[in-house]
């Protein structure tokens, strides 16, 4: 009998409880086997800690880097920022207080150029900036410098960004009163952040301070870290290009070397053969210059006239094409690097030579979908509604903002709404028709489509009154007021007997010019 036949034999003699035991601890799925071609995949098991404690470092180097030299990586970071924050996340409040309410957007308004501690951007500069070293970095930490009151500044209070390097990762021990430092970030017994550790000065900067190598301790309530957590638990941010970070990295090499190769072969324009080698090259107008190494390189200048020698033969250079499938390969690296990045293609590379209207913008309608999950989850809560808390709470204390009952009514008095700045359609005329059915037909309203804009109803309101008061003061009949033009361009018929704003105060001049 064979080994075959008889392993056969032996397992069929096993007990039915036996083989049904071991089918059910058989591997469910395909691609948890460490068997046959999955035998080389050595997955990680690292927590979400252990991960950025490992390679954080390095990968914060080279995406720095490649976002200094790599296009595409450049445009990936500049196009989330800007698609992010744009002109500014603005606040609304939402206070029951119209008064305060009025008050507080009015000394936001006036605070947010002095807010830079540097004094180089205002508060939605600051924003830019954050939410770019969020992509790039993983994180950026904002630090609230108090300032002394007799400073000049409209509050005393501004805010400084501290770079991620700027807080070792490598920083843990246990503290003597019971709290524990991990990764720079200190915390008590119950696991509530309580400070941060910082290098007084950066890191990876020359410095003649003499502190420059000392770590101070921030208290939490006076930092804020903005980063965007990816797994739960997860203490310190990671660059948002470290999926595609190789890739990018592969592909800039073998980009340029194929533009290295075809420069290198546009160099030779010809090759000259003569029968005796000894002979000099008989370019007669051209240069021989010797390097350091005594090598002799001839120059050529355009429209250059050779005489050749009797017998000299000339052999024209043909350098080989990248071929027809590099734009195609190139484009669909491109196209991986840019879905890794959280992008899509045209707006890694600005190609939009085979786009057309339903497929931009079905990539902008995903990428603003995105955005907003960056905006209100991220932005506005970690970064906005701390500052917004900050400046009135500074604003009441200064005396800057009068209201009764605050402590008792903070809560509601710090209720605010953040708006990102609206983007522009696509296709204005039909986007625009559709928002105005929507709201016809009641599936949405006016505020709603407003707030899409980034702006707050209540203001746009007032701005079209503001409008028709003053049409209506000088006697001009515009073509976009409905009270006064139909849609189809039309003078609107006036139910007899009604009148308009201007009408009635005709007539109350009319009354008091004849008593």
């Known amino acids: 009998m064979s080994v075959a036949r008889t392993r056969a034999r032996l397992k069929s003699l096993k007990p039915a409880g036996v083989r049904a035991m071991q089918a059910n601890f058989a591997r469910p799925y395909d691609a948890s086997s460490r068997s046959g071609r999955l035998q080389g995949w050595m997955a990680s098991a690292s927590g979400p800690n252990a991960v950025a404690r490992a390679s954080v470092h390095e990968m914060r180097r080279k995406t720095r880097q490649m976002v200094r030299n790599n296009p595409w990586a450049a445009s990936a970071i500049l196009t989330q920022a800007s698609e992010c924050i744009g002109s500014g996340v603005k606040p609304m409040s939402k206070s029951p207080d119209r008064n305060f309410q009025n008050a507080a957007q009015e000394l936001w308004a006036d605070w947010t150029p002095e807010a830079d501690a ?38 005393p209070l501004q805010y400084q960004l501290i770079e991620a390097e700027q807080v070792p990762v490598e920083l843990d021990r246990l503290e003597p009163n019971g709290n524990v430092i991990r990764q720079g970030v200190e915390f008590d017994p119950s696991g509530r952040r309580v400070a941060y550790h910082v290098w007084r000065e950066h890191p990876n900067d020359a410095s003649i301070e003499a502190h420059a190598g000392e770590i101070v301790r921030v208290p939490a309530d006076e930092m804020i870290h903005l980063f965007k957590p990816l797994r739960a638990g997860q203490i310190r941010g990671l660059p948002n290009l470290a999926p595609v970070l190789l890739k990018a990295f592969d592909l800039d090499g073998y980009e340029d070397a194929e533009l290295v190769r075809k420069k290198m072969a546009a160099m030779f324009a010809a090759f000259i053969t003569t029968p005796d080698p000894e002979d000099r090259s008989p370019l007669e107008t051209a240069t021989d210059t010797a390097d350091a190494a005594g090598s002799v390189a001839t120059e050529i200048s355009p429209g250059t006239m050779v005489y050749l020698e009797p017998g000299d033969e000339v052999n024209f250079s043909s350098p080989a094409d990248v071929g027809g499938a590099y734009g195609e390969f190139l484009t669909w690296q491109l196209r991986a690097f840019a879905a890794g990045a959280g992008l899509s293609y045209d707006q890694v590379t600005g190609d939009l030579t085979k786009v057309n209207y339903s497929s931009i913008r079905a990539g902008t309608l995903k990428l603003r979908r995105r955005m907003r999950m960056d905006q209100q989850q991220i932005i506005a809560h970690q970064l906005c509604r701390p500052i917004w808390r900050d400046v009135i709470d500074t604003g009441v204390m200064a005396g800057e903002l009068q209201v009764r009952d605050f402590i008792g009514n903070r809560r509601a008095h710090l209720r605010v709404q953040w708006m990102a700045e609206g983007w522009e359609w696509v296709d204005p005329q039909k986007e625009q028709a559709a928002e105005q059915s929507a709201v016809r037909n009641g599936f949405t309203s006016r505020q709603a489509v407003v707030a899409k804009l980034g702006r707050d109803v209540d203001v746009v309101d007032q701005e079209i009154r503001s409008d028709n008061d003053r049409a209506d003061r000088l006697g001009l009949v515009l073509d976009t007021d409905p009270r006064r033009v139909s849609r189809a361009g039309l003078t609107q018929a006036r139910p007899e007997g009604s009148e308009i704003p201007q009408d009635e105060a005709d007539r109350r001049e009319d009354d008091e010019a004849a008593r």
Not at 129 to 151: C, H, K, N, T, W
């Open 118 to 155: 540097d004094g180089r951007l205002d508060l939605y500069g600051l924003q830019a900036l954050a939410a770019r070293e969020m992509y790039e970095a993983g994180e950026i930490f904002v630090r609230r410098v108090d300032r002394d009151p007799a400073s000049g500044l409209l509050l």
